[in-house]
């Protein structure tokens, strides 16, 4: 190095005020940035190439951003709110959180945008691994994941819940295990039983059943889980729209904010109405809470107050969502203790 590329980069890196940066300067600048930036190399390797220390390397670059000789520029795709994603996942201590634009004024009142579906299948596409053994709930915002998965490592594929069929045989659970099982070139277990029977006995006798055991013996092993989230309302909640007026009346006497696979919870994330699980096909909240991974798919202004109550009851470990519900659990009363991360059970607090 010569005398003047010293004296520049001593200049520099002594915090000396200048107008403007000198042609060695420029030039030092621009070759460590360019072995950083692009090139990939540490600070340690690009001081014994110039024959510096490894701070006046960091100095350097730290001046070259200064002076917008370095321009670093953080894209996403268009429909990705980086920003929100960031915020929402360290306010409830989630793994992962993917915020998505929510479909314009107007169109808003849809429960969960299909572009939820779309973005979750990709984001499956990242967690999934080979050996992994993947589980849906029922669901329309993962019946849209399975629809757009076009890229899965294999794995096996299990049913989380029986089956809601309200004309959507066609596209329903067990439609959308066949295809993620299809897409990942996995074994798909299906259960074909409805997720909630007359009575707990009837519901007992089912899960004694050959193929509907079989899948109850995978649910110890599912290591991702895909699930959605309804709010106690009609159309917004699958279990809401299968009971009678006066079993809506007492569930939400009981203060029912919130429903994920067939399991009820009031605004603070507690479970309420367990009597009900008894009647239904679904794996229980203690194995949900042991599998590794569980993305909750919701979104929409209809949802977001029921979004919250399931993101504080511990058992999800990740959400995709949309701006509109986003900007509602930024805004809501703390959370408390990071639910997701750490698995917090508000009912055993």
């Not at 010569?2 to 200048?18: F, H, I």
């Not at 042609?23 to 110039?50: C, T």
């Not at 904010?257 to 067939?262: G, K, L, R």
């Not at 009031?266 to 991974?293: K, Q």
């Amino acid at each position: 190095m010569n005398s003047s590329e010293e004296n520049a980069v001593s200049a520099m890196s002594a915090g000396r005020p200048a107008l403007r940066m000198g042609p060695a300067e420029l030039v030092q600048a621009a070759a460590m940035a360019r072995r950083f930036y692009l090139e990939g190399k540490s600070k340690i390797q690009i001081a014994e190439e110039f024959g510096v220390s490894r701070f006046k390397v960091a100095r350097v670059l730290e001046t070259a951003l200064e002076r917008d000789l370095v321009r670093i520029e953080i894209r996403v795709p268009a429909e990705l709110d980086a920003e929100r994603s960031d915020a929402l996942r360290a306010r409830y201590g989630l793994r992962h959180a993917v915020v998505v634009e929510s479909p314009a004024e107007g169109e808003d009142e849809s429960p969960d945008p299909e572009n939820l579906g779309e973005v979750a299948a990709d984001l499956l596409g990242e967690l999934v691994a080979e050996g992994d053994v993947l589980g849906l709930a029922w669901g329309r915002s993962t019946i849209h994941m399975a629809a757009a998965l076009d890229r899965l490592p294999p794995c096996t594929v299990v049913q989380l819940t029986g089956v809601y069929d309200a004309g959507t045989a066609e596209r329903g659970s067990v439609e959308a295990v066949r295809r993620a099982a299809q897409v990942s070139g996995g074994e798909a277990h299906p259960i074909y039983a409805p997720m909630l029977l007359p009575d707990p006995a009837t519901a007992a006798a089912l899960r004694e059943q050959t193929g509907i055991a079989r899948a109850f013996e995978y649910f110890d092993k599912v290591t991702v889980a895909a699930v959605s989230i309804g709010s106690w309302e009609p159309g917004i909640s699958t279990v809401h729209d299968m009971l009678s007026d006066e079993e809506r009346a007492h569930y939400a006497s009981l203060g029912v904010a919130a429903e994920m696979s067939a399991h009820l919870f009031d605004a603070s994330g507690r479970r309420v109405g367990r009597d009900l699980g008894e009647r239904c096909i679904t794996v229980e909240a203690d194995r949900l809470r042991r599998i590794p991974e569980v993305v909750a798919i919701a979104g929409g202004r209809r949802k977001a107050a029921a979004i919250g109550a399931v993101l504080r009851s511990g058992l999800v470990t990740s959400v995709v969502t949309d701006t509109v519900a986003a900007d509602h659990l930024l805004t809501e009363s703390q959370p408390g203790p990071r639910p997701a991360l750490e698995r917090f059970d508000p009912d055993k607090a």
